[in-house]
């Protein structure tokens, strides 16, 4: 049982952890580098937000957004 965990730990360090290892090593050189992929999802996130609030004022300028509170019962 011994060796099944540790041909996992073998897997994980050996394997599918190269793009971290790599990823670190390039920390202490470029900081914006190794963080790319966050910038990326940043990026995204905020495009996707922008897109939201343009299309929120889309409906908000065709009185198309509901906002009675009495929708649900329990605003009563």
Not at 9 to 28: D, M, S, T
Not at 68 to 76: C, E, G, P, V, Y
Request: hydrophobic share 55%; proline share 1%; charged share 15%.
């Amino acid at each position: 049982m011994k060796a099944f965990f540790e041909g996992i730990q073998w897997l994980f360090e050996n394997f599918f952890f190269i793009p971290q290892n790599y990823l670190r090593k390039l920390e202490l050189e470029n900081w914006f580098a190794a963080n790319i992929i966050n910038w990326a999802f940043l990026f995204i996130c905020m495009a996707a937000m922008i897109y939201w609030i343009k299309q929120l004022q889309l409906h908000k300028a065709n009185n198309e957004e509901y906002q009675d509170t009495t929708a649900h019962s329990f605003f009563k």
